[in-house]
């Protein structure tokens, strides 16, 4: 059999010398150009169903258990950076794992740049989510955080378990995103940075995950608006509750497909390559502006409140019955002798717009 042959030594070591499959090899290059060797005869050193990880991670087990050893090999990686004065290589997978979480745990204690709080409800990898229980968890987080979760209000609701809170740390055990929720209701209504500024959208994936474990019912208007620089959380957090964020935010983001709700935005714009999909019994009190590539349906008793403004091929627009503008209806020259535009019930005039 050809042996391949690549420009890079360390993929000739690791498929040609080690065995492993060329896109395991990759991967540990991705991880580390410094260490890949090490990593790759971790994997190929008589533990082979971690190959399978990669070659089957279509499915969510396979992913799920590939994710674990990636966040597993990080540990180890963060270990290697802070202790300069070890070998890799005289470590197997197991005994280098078990000395790197020794290590990270001996972070997390108390020291003057750390809280005494340790109280882990979820890991996930570089950071983890610690639960504020008592009075003294409240006040340090907000020390620390600089925002008024330690303020006798929200100490006493959360020690009473009114409501319950989360603290997002990192592996020195400093906080960077505090969260604080009803307890029966599950409803979200502080969700802060430091010095009550709005979170980081990266932090925000961490909290889809504590999401997964709490099921939180919905989130108020006041402390969503962290989320519009991580449309992606927005979806897989919507894609499970459909309650949690507004009909009027998500259609503010664009997100499709639309479900059925009322909007009360002074003007929205949908300007995407992707098809745009509005469902029976929509209503939106003002202005609506559709720019798309793809289709658009508007189905049967969608209400526009104010102008409507549509600039799609004339072959990819399709109206429902008994759709009603209260304005005007801004059209391309193409659509204006399209005969579906006659469907729409408009009270105001026709304005020709350029395409």
């Excluded at 030594?9 to 991705?30: D, F, Q, T, Y």
């Excluded at 950076?81 to 001996?106: G, M, P, R, T, V």
């Excluded at 929509?282 to 102008?307: E, H, M, P, R, W």
Aim: net charge neutral; hydrophobic share 35%; aromatic share 10%.
């Amino acid at each position: 059999m050809e042996v391949k042959r690549f420009k890079d030594k360390r993929m000739n070591i690791m498929v040609n010398k080690i065995g492993l499959p060329e896109i395991v090899a990759e991967w540990c290059l991705s991880k580390s150009k410094k260490y890949c060797l090490w990593i790759a005869n971790q994997i190929g050193d008589k533990q082979c169903y971690r190959v399978n990880w990669f070659l089957e991670s279509q499915t969510s087990h396979q992913e799920q258990k590939l994710n674990n050893f990636s966040n597993e090999i990080d540990t180890i990686l963060d270990w290697k950076k802070e202790i300069q004065d070890i070998n890799l290589n005289d470590y197997n997978f197991i005994k280098a794992l078990k000395e790197a979480n020794k290590f990270q745990k001996s972070l997390f204690v108390p020291n003057e740049n750390g809280l005494k709080n340790t109280n882990v409800v979820l890991d996930c990898g570089e950071f983890k989510w610690v639960q504020l229980i008592e009075t003294k968890d409240c006040k340090e987080e907000g020390s620390a955080m600089g925002h008024c979760i330690g303020n006798s209000s929200h100490n006493q609701r959360i020690s009473s378990g009114v409501s319950i809170a989360f603290s997002l740390r990192d592996k020195y055990n400093r906080p960077h995103l505090t969260v604080e929720a009803y307890s029966k209701d599950k409803r979200i209504f502080e969700f802060k940075g430091h010095s009550n500024s709005s979170p980081k959208p990266e932090y925000l994936n961490y909290f889809v995950e504590l999401n997964n474990k709490y099921n939180f019912s919905e989130i108020t208007d006041n402390t969503k608006l962290a989320f519009e620089n991580n449309v992606k959380a927005v979806q897989e957090i919507a894609s499970s509750n459909s309650t949690f964020f507004t009909f009027d935010f998500q259609l503010r983001l664009g997100l499709l497909p639309f479900e059925s709700g009322e909007s009360y935005l002074e003007q929205i714009n949908i300007s995407s390559a992707k098809s745009v999909n509005i469902p029976d019994n929509v209503k939106i009190y003002n202005s609506f502006s559709i720019a798309t590539s793809g289709s658009v349906v508007l189905g049967d008793n969608v209400l526009i409140g104010g102008d409507l403004s549509l600039n799609v091929n004339k072959r990819n627009l399709t109206i429902g019955d008994n759709v009603g503008v209260g304005g005007n209806l801004l059209l391309t020259k193409e659509l204006m002798n399209t005969k579906d535009i006659n469907k729409l019930n408009y009270f105001g005039r026709v304005v020709l717009v350029e395409q």
